[in-house]
């Protein structure tokens, strides 16, 4: 019965999860630009995967198992955001113009003093 | 799927990976390239080893206290080795197309091969006078 | 001192939760181990605040739970955009205000701004981190000064 | 000026904890996948983490170039020697039977030897490599961007 | 079920490994270059999971997602980042090579056990002994391990060896500042030398 | 007798100390040229000691090392190599007399390598006339060539660089080239290479090879100068005249025949060759080497130009002897090596002396010399008789033999050969003589016609010497025909 | 006597041991000093190994006492107890050289890592020849070809080229291993096992399998790309050429001879030469390619000026003596390849050494830098000389020694045109040979030239201790072809 | 359940190589390969499952560690040129003992 329940909830978790994977990096595929499509890629990298990882967890009970893919959620929380950040930056600091931005936005990404 | 390609599909895509890292290893006239394909090459020799060594139906061989079928652990310590090997390599490649680009001012095999040619001439004038 | 106290502890539970593995000499190794970690990390100089967050715990799960309701509603605006046929973007950049006082803090809003998904932190200059947001409406959400708020809270707990 | 303060508070977290990590895949070698190397690589990346962020000099400074100058072939070293032991104590080389009470301890105790030994050199060629490429500076020629 | 899941991803795996080959082949960016090579390392860990090789997988994982990278960006910020390359040399007899290369493994695996073929000679020669030896004579669970760090423990010691090599040859080769270097140029070509 | 006195060995040793002692003492030219005549006479002793330990039927054979195994470095007295060892090493003693003289008055450069690579020459040439086997004999013969090649190129100028390279090249080129093959073809076949009366190839070879291991042989054997590989010979005369001495008489173009007489007798046996006709083709070529190197001797105007192409046409003999396969060719051959050898050595001094005493190298340009220099072209006259073969000169001698063998065989062509070069070589030789004493100089005089010649002393004995050695050959030759005997068997 | 017991793996242990010290050691001296005593301890062993050996037996040291199919074992017989000591031998020679001609030539900081890049490429040459495990050889020839990599590109300092040819050296050298570990790959696969002994004997039922057809294929191409096997030599010229003196000196003596000892014994101890495609593979392969590198590599060689690469190339030609011998596959041909394999060490090593001294005294090795030189190094040309006519076969020297063996082989064959061949390309050695003798004895020394001195005497010494080898081995082969022997009917008697 | 989930996961890591070899920039490439990466994690975490073996976690880790480190280098790349000179913490005073 436990077992039952265990699968049932883990299987929503993996599928909404890998749902929200595929819907991301569809996102990384469709979007028109890079920073839009770093937006794409947030989606996959925070729900999905997080999604996915609880669903392991559900899965595995409580196991060794279960502690390695909460530390892995853990660190997949910190270096995710952290990682596009980063690129966010190099890229700024390249002077890769975003798409679609109005002017004044873009004026603002020109007068930084770099 | 006829068993000839269900037994060795995995061989051929293998080997397809390695013709395409020797093309790059090969061909390409940019050094650093050269090294990457070389990487590939050597990765799908790798890849190769694995594969032979993978049971139907066994798994990683790590004794678990059940009486289970392994696959072979034998290519996979052999390939933890050449993997060590490669990438040993890659770092004394990449460290001699650094030191290539700054004597010649050139990681194009082409521009190298110039370069080396004026050195040849440059000395045989020097000997000649 | 009391960080790397704070962060030993917390080396040594991550240790002991990984290995699985109770025999006398993999725990001593793994005391070793920790002490060695200590140590590099007292010459790399990273156990200060920043680096083990202790005095924020109280606050932070709290923040968390906010947090993820957040992102799970930003992500279902996001996918809504990516899955529709016609992909209404507007995207824009904006510079939120950062009233934190530490870094740490700023670190927190700005990650957090960026697992919410349609609003990307491009870069903190000064008090403020200048964000890319895919829509109006998600650049609003991080507009408002909520996050901000919230942030600031832990902070000070 | 603020760069990077994202990058600088979670390396700070991460570090500490990807040493840790690779201390345990070192001494975890035995029972999962992972040994020397391994934890030799990860134990290198952590430094190449904290070279990136903090810099190359502070790098330096936490892992001075005269110890790095021991510590690449002192696990070279160990390993021989762990092998020269096997002899010294009346086997054969690399022979770990007779390094212990009975041959399977003697067997731990080689093991765990001589993955260290591997940890210990991979880390330290690592570090010293990215150290030796990193270090390396150039006068950027525009016409390369 | 389950192995044939594993097959399908095996599959998938091994087509991006290709594809991604292609692609290199392809592209003359050096850092689109770089950057596949990291898919490449990723991909490939991926498979050797799925082939069982979960030791080689955490290896190839460690070096490609930490060092590798990192190290050819590093070679790029010393050197460039475009490849120049206009024309492609020799394209002939390189094909050639390749091809008979490939011919000569394509014709090995007719005769080849199979893929997975639990009769191969490689199951039933030596290896049993490990796995059995891996219990009693050594004590370690990791069959992996023990053939490495005991039974072929010397190849390993070659291995430690190698890497010493390159730590050593890196350092030889880019050990000293360019300063000191064009110093010590300007030195040798202003004294000359004497015997 | 202890091995150190071995006088095999010491055949070898006497000449090899010599030049060690040469090369310490290169500073003091006076001691170093004593060393030289102290150990050339030491060595004819030695050598003369053998050739009547030979003589009288003695066959001292000594193995030093062995190689490979089965073929060893050894060392065997045999009647031919007794004849050729003390020629070579008699005629070393009035070479290095000369030598002194020459070298002296020209003034030339690196006397002590001069010396030093004469007397490893000489020491090769002793190895090959008491080699024991052809393997031997191999190495000797490469290591004359070689150690002849400093000589040769003594004078350093473009000229001597490039006729030393042909030297070399030919030399070596078919030593290794034929010889080299044929050597190891014998092995193969044979299993052996010592050099045993009757030969070693009876039944090891079918009689249908045999002409190409000959000719693989003969060829090989470039230092013989066989057309078409004679072309060292006349490079070679750039060569300071006692190296030309060197090569013509003493050592390396006798090496060169001595070796075809001991390839015919020992290796391949006469018999063999007589029976299967293999050497048949041989008649031919030599028969043509001889006329044509004669004709061309007679185009030539300088002087050793014309010696040289004298020496290929009389080096021919010999071949064309030994391709007779009939014991009197084989006598005969002998014969004209020792006589050739003392003969064409005189013709060298001289033209070296005159050389010396006003450089001049053409023969139109000697015209009435001989009456300044009345000694040299005197000798130069006995010499040039010796090698027409008028008795009673050495030649006379020696071609007596050669015609009978040649009328024995009944190739008419081989005595019709004879014959015409006979005629040919006073065509050649006779004017040098005939211009030198009666010749009227033209154009502006020359500075001999005014003052006296002046010639060191050691220019003008050793030609005399051997012209007179010329004629004690012939005298004696009952004793040398003695000695030779046993190879007719 | 423990020493004896453990002289196999004490031969590569110690060296492997010493890398890491030397590293540690500072200064010039003391590496260099540490360097000389691991090699003279090598040369010792080799020594007591062939001892041991010659009377045709086999010594087997089990590493780990783990036996052999299971762990990885070290087994000596007269083959690789002649390769060990020509590597062990050719290292302890040319050591006491090197310390003037390494001080020269490499930066004065560098020493230590040099000498410590040096003993790795020693270990790992040892370790190739000395172990009896197929994946074992891989390790160890990518110990030896790493270091080289490294060692020749130290010779940067004085020309640039170096780097590219380490490079290309790289990438060739990386390209053969891999092949070479395909092979064994593929051999393991239908073996299960990787002992060379135990292959030996599996191998024989599988001789129509086509994976056994394939590995021997890429163990070929592997190991020909390794000792510039033609049209796999690309590498080798400039690599040779502007490698340190040193590093050409023991390279040119070992690293080939090495892998062509390991061909050697994949061809005729693992697949045996009875197996039926190998040998039309050998007759219509790797014969013609190597009579090809027999004369390209001679008239290429003719036309440089460089005199390093002159010999470089001569190298390649001389490669093709030893596969040409290997090729024939019959007693004397293989006779002529192990004793070529000895005694082109010696030449390669007196001319290199020699050539290094010219490096010291007037920094380049060209044709028209060396005129005149001989009468102001006498003692140099002269073992240079000695060299050169090692290297056309002259006899007395080694040189006729093999090239004798060689043209035997091709007789007893009756294979004519080829025995025309071997010697048309000791004609062509001639000719190169003879414009270094030319140019040194005959040409008058440029005006712009100082005088120098001739080499010092410790590294006169050992030059001349290895021109003197060569005429030593040249008239007394009896150690050598009976080593060789022993080989052969290793090779040839009775199967494996 | 398993299944779904890798299949979805390849489709996924198509995508994204994909992208990957779209580019158009450099950053979409290194993006795209991040996430790739991620992906990867989830996938070995997936199999691990599918095989029944939770050796599978520590690599899935490992990427979780590491993954980052070479996006953190593109960005020193681009910022910088350089990986080792003038990082931006060093370029802090305050930061400097």
Known sequence: MIELVQDIVSGTLLLAGAAFVLIGTLGLLRLPDFYARLHGAGITDTLGAELMLIGMMVQAGFSLVTVKLLLISLFVFFTSPTATHALANAARVTGLRPALVPEDDIETMRTRDD | MPEAITEHYNYW????????????????????????????????????????????????????????????????????????????????????????????????????????????????????? | MKHIVGLGVSLLAFWLVMSGI???????????SVLLVLYIAHRMDIHDHETFPIHLTRGIFGYWRWLAREVFKANIDVARIVLSRRMRLSPRIVRVRSSQHTDLGHVILANSITLTPGTVSVEIEGDEIIVHALTEELAEGVLNGEMDRRVLAIEAS | MRHHLVLRVVSKLLIPFMLLFALYVQFHGDFGPGGGFQAGVIFAAAFILYALVFGIDHAREVLPEHVLRYLVPAGLALYTLTGFAGIALGGKYLDYDVLGSTPTAGQHLGILLVEFGVGVTVSAVMVSVFFTFAGRTRDVDEEDW | ???????????????????????????????????????????????????????????????????????????????????????????????????????????????????????????????????????????????????????????????????????????????????????????RSGSGDEG | ????????????????????????????????????????????????????????????????IEVLPGLPIALEGEPLGALFGCIASGLWIVNSLYSIGYMRGNNEHKQTRFYICFTIAIASAMGIAFAGNMFTLFLFYEMLSLSTYPLVAHKENEEAKIGARVYIGLLLGTSIGFQLVAIIWTWVAAGTLDFEPGGILRDAVPPAILPILLALYMFGIGKAALMPFHRWLPSAMVAPTPVSALLHAVAVVKAGVFTVLKVVIYIFGIDLLAETGASNWLVWVASFTLVTASLVAMTKDNLKARLAYSTVSQLAYIVLAAALASGLGVLGGALHIASHAVGKITLFMCAGAIYVATHKTEISDMKGLGRAMPFTFGAFCIGSLSIIGLPPLAGGLSKWYLSLAAAESGLVIAVLVYMASALLNVAYLMPVVVLGFFGRPDGAPADWQHEPVRLPWLCVLPPCITAVLCLYLFVDGDSVIALLLPLME | MAFLDHVAILQVAVPLLAAPLCVMLPGRHLPWALTLAVSWFTLVCSIVLLAEVSAGGSI????????????????????????????????????????????????PDRHGLFYTAYLLCLTGLLGVTITGDAFNIFVFLEISSLSTYVLVAAGARLDRRALSAAYTYLVLGTVGATFFVLGVGLLYMVTGTLNIADLAERLPPLAESRVVQAAFAFVVAGMGLKLAMFPLHTWLPNAYAYAPSLVTVFLAATATKVSVYVLLRFVYTVFGHEFAFIEPVLAWLVLPLAVIAMLAGSVVAIHQD???????????????????????????????????????????????????????????????????????????????????????????????????????????????????????????????????????????????????????????????????????FGIDAGLTTSVAGTVVNAFLGGGS | MWTAAAIALLVAMVMALTRAFL??????????????????????????????????????????????????????????RNLGLSSPAAARPENRK
């Open chain 7, 306 to 472: 460089n005199l390093k690469r002159m010999f470089a190339w001569s190298s390649i030609a001389q490669i093709g003596y030893m596969m040409l011998g290997l090729a024939l596959a019959s007693a004397s041909g293989l006779t002529a390849t192990v004793l070529h394999l000895f005694n082109h060490a010696l030449m390669k090593g007196a001319l290199f050494m020699a050539l290094g001294g010219v490096m010291l005294r007037i920094g380049a090795v060209s044709l028209a830098s060396v005129r005149g030189l001989a009468s102001e190094m006498p003692w140099t040309f002269a073992a240079l000389v000695i060299g050169g006519l090692s290297l056309i076969g002259v006899p007395g020297t080694v040189g006729f020694v093999s090239k004798w063996y060689l043209i035997l082989a091709a007789i007893e064959k009756g294979w004519w045109l080829l025995a025309l061949l071997i010697v048309a390309a000791s004609l062509l050695a001639v000719i190169y040979v003879w414009k270094l003798v030319e140019a040194a004895y005959l040409q008058p020394a440029p005006q712009d030239r100082e005088r120098v001195r001739d080499m010092p005497p410790d590294m006169l010494i050992p030059l001349w201790v290895l021109a003197l080898a060569n005429i030593w």
């Open chain 6, 1 to 64: 007798m202890s091995l150190l006195g071995h006088p095999l060995l010491l055949i070898l040793a006497i000449p090899l100390a010599g030049g060690v002692l040469v090369a310490c003492t290169g500073r003091w030219p006076n001691l170093r040229e004593a060393v030289t005549l102290v150990a050339s006479v030491l060595l004819f002793l030695v050598a003369y000691r053998l050739m009547e330990e030979i003589g009288s039927g003695g066959r001292p054979g000594l193995v030093l």
């Open chain 8, 23 to 80: 580019g158009p920039s450099l950053f979409d490439r290194v993006l795209a390969i991040n996430s790739f990466g991620t992906k990867i994690l989830l996938l070995i975490g997936v199999l691990g499952f599918l095989t029944e073996r939770p050796e599978f976690m520590d690599i899935a880790l490992l990427y979780a560690l590491v993954n980052f480190i070479g996006t953190i280098a593109v960005l020193k790349f681009f910022r910088y």
């Open chain 7, 60 to 107: 087997a040291y089990h590493l780990g006492n783990w036996p052999p199919p299971i762990g990885i074992e070290y087994r000596v017989d007269a083959i690789n107890a002649l390769v060990l000591l020509v590597v062990s031998g050719i290292s302890a020679v040319a050591l006491p050289y090197a310390r003037r001609s390494v001080e020269h030539e490499i930066e």
């Open chain 3, 22 to 32: 109770y025999t006398g000499l993999i725990i001593s190794l793994g005391v070793l």
């Open chain 2, 13 to 129: 895509l293998v080997i397809f990976l390695l013709m395409a890292g020797l093309f790059v290893t090969i061909t390409s006239g940019n050094l650093v390239k050269k090294i990457v394909g070389l990487n590939v090459f050597q990765t799908a020799v790798f890849l190769f080893y694995i594969s032979l060594a993978k049971l139907e139906g066994g798994t990683a061989p790590i004794l678990t206290g059940e009486p289970e079928r392994f696959s072979n652990p034998l290519p996979h310590v052999l390939i933890l080795t050449a993997i060590v090997v490669g990438v040993a390599t890659t770092a004394l490649g990449l460290a001699l197309v650094v030191r290539i680009r700054e004597t010649y001012g050139s990681i194009e095999e082409a521009g190298l091969q110039e370069a080396d040619r004026q050195d040849e001439l440059r000395a045989a004038a020097e000997q000649g006078r």
């Open chain 5, 1 to 187: 079920m389950a192995p044939d899941m594993v097959t399908v991803i095996d599959l998938v795996l091994l087509a991006l490994l290709c594809a991604a080959a292609v692609a290199l082949i392809l592209v003359r960016q050096l850092f689109a270059v770089a950057i596949l090579a990291g898919a490449f390392s990723m991909l490939s860990a991926g498979l050797l999971v799925t082939l069982d090789a979960v030791d080689v997988a955490f290896t190839e994982a460690a070096v490609g997602a930490g060092v590798s990278t990192v190290l050819l960006l590093g070679t790029l910020a010393l050197t460039q980042r475009r490849s120049e390359e206009s024309r492609r040399r020799g394209t002939g007899p390189a094909l050639l090579a390749v091809v008979l290369t490939g011919g000569a493994l394509v014709y090995a695996t007719t005769d080849m056990p199979g893929f997975g073929d639990p009769e191969a000679p490689g199951f039933r020669h030596v290896v049993p002994e490990y796995i059995v030896g891996s219990e009693t004579d050594i004590g370690v669970p990791n069959i992996v391990t023990s053939v490495l760090a005991s039974y072929r423990g010397y190849d390993t010691l070659g291995e430690v060896a190698v890497i010493f090599t390159a730590g050593i040859g890196v350092l030889l080769l880019l050990g000293r500042r360019r300063e000191d270097e064009i110093q010590d140029e300007a030195r």
